[in-house]
């Protein structure tokens, strides 16, 4: 392994590696005597760093993450086998981009990633019965460990909403996983353990489905909704260190591993009358929301998705797979995934949509008045307004492929828009960094060069995206930096606050363009 890191060419990772192995040759072959407590622990730092550094590596060949192994580089410092040479010296010493020259993993490693077999990935023997925080008592993870995993939640809960309503097909299965086992392994690291141990039984479940030895049923696919729906609340949890055992989480998991082992799922506790009347509440307002689309519709189709209008469908569903009602969960998930993909191609609601939504608030309300009975009794006419939803919106996605770009709409395609997206917010974050600096040092040059060619980057995705306003402000930037560069424009403090208040609303755009709001305009 050390040698194929330092072929690719990794050499801090492959210089690690070596002292690694150092290590378990020496200490661990040559001695009968087991390590200490304390060295084991250096021993797993040493072994979760790299890990986590090459998950990081596989995902994004471009992204540095040298802060990554300083977890590593301190374990087998501890251990004394942090090797005396240190080829990364001067690659770190190197001008910016110079590490971005390590060339990604080859294509036949994302394969292996997203097709595993029972070999690499083999079933999990192991299945806690509850998923507890850590101990009290043990020692604070570093901050910027923290940071930089809270960091990745946000793309790997990006990944999930993304690939989650095409959760059939087997790319998307892959890239799921693949979202899963960073979750597993970074939270394990950071001892984010509940989210960590909830990814890997859900990893565990779809590298089953992955090899085809448990089928993508219902089932399944109520596991990843409900996981995907309460994974932001386990992350803020870990944020503000308030992990705590979850009843909900510990049936999550259990669930996941009994289909994946092809075992009865544990049974469905009662539902608790209270939380039920919680949810009718909250549900109503989600209704009302609807309803106040529904009577603008009536006055003017076609109409655009309304942010009010996606926010109550997309909550509706969280909050229904959270209570456990899933027959209301699973007809929110196809007009959820409808008023998204129409509000993110800049389509609007015609009569035939209108007509589907004012059904689904009928057949809503008939689920509320339900759950006075059984919660998990099927609604009278769901499943066939949940099939015509779907045709519906996929006639529509089929047209939008296949029609001319005639200039009258923007025809966006989702997988330019999400990697317009994965590097943007990059972009966007070292700008921010690069503008502070500049600031402290208002004389200097290098910043100024480093954001004229990270907004010229910028402003080119944005503009194949056909993304028109987020390209002009990228060019009102690149003119007004331009100026300063030609020093026919002097700065100042309002200069700063200018700039600072562009590069915010850069960030606001970005944040709409994810979440499928229409962007609004700046200037």
Known sequence: MRGALAMIPLPRAASLMRGCASYVDEQLMGHDAPPSQAQQAHFADVISGLEYYLERMLQDPDATGERVLELATQGLAALGYLPAEKPWRQALAAPDGVLSSEVAPSQSQFDALASPTSRLNPPALQRPGSLLPPPANEAHVDDELREVFLEETDEVLEVLHRHLPDSADKTAQGEMRRAFHTLKGSGRMVRALVVAELAWAVENLLNRVLERSVALGAEVR??????????????????????????????????????????????????????????????????????????????????????????????????????????????????????????????????????????????????????????????????????????????????????????????????????????????????????????????????????????????????????????????????????????????SERFFHEAEQAHEALINMLDQLAAGQEISRRR
Not at 230 to 253: C, G, M, T, W, Y
Not at 305 to 315: G, I, K, N, P, Y
Not at 370 to 392: H, W
């Open 222 to 491: 109520r596991v990843l909704d409900e996981t995907v729906a309460l994974l932001p609340e386990l992350i803020a949890d870990f944020a503000n260190d308030a992990q705590r055992q979850r009843a909900e989480v510990d049936a999550l998991a259990a669930r996941a591993h009994a289909l994946a082992s092809g075992t009865q799922a544990p049974a469905a506790e009662p539902h608790d009358p209270l939380l039920l009347e919680i949810f009718r509440n909250e549900a109503q307002s989600h209704l009302d929301s609807l309803n106040h689309f529904l009577q603008q519709a009536a006055e003017q189709v076609p109409l655009q998705v309304s942010d009010e209008l996606q926010r109550a469908l997309h909550t509706l569903k969280g909050s229904a797979y959270m209570a456990g009602v899933l027959p209301i969960a699973e007809l929110a998930r196809p007009l959820d995934h409808l008023t998204r993909e129409y509000k993110a191609h800049r389509l609007p609601l015609d009569l035939d949509e209108v007509e589907l939504l004012l059904e689904a608030e009928g057949v809503f309300q008939r689920g509320l008045r339900d759950l006075d009975g059984d919660p998990l009794a099927p609604i009278k006419g769901a499943q066939d307004l949940i099939n015509r939803t779907q045709a519906v919106l996929d006639h529509q996605l089929e047209a939008l492929l296949d029609a001319p770009n005639t200039g009258l709409r923007i025809k966006r395609d989702p997988r330019l828009i999400a990697n317009f997206l994965a590097q943007g917010m990059d972009i966007l974050l070292d700008a921010e960094s690069l503008l502070r600096r500049w600031q402290q040092h208002p004389g200097e040059r290098q910043e100024l060069s480093a954001l004229l060619d990270e907004l010229t980057t910028l402003g080119e995705g944005a503009h194949d995206a056909d993304l028109h306003s987020i390209d002009e402000l990228c060019e009102a930037l690149l003119d007004l930096y331009g100026a300063v560069e030609e020093s026919s424009l002097a700065v």
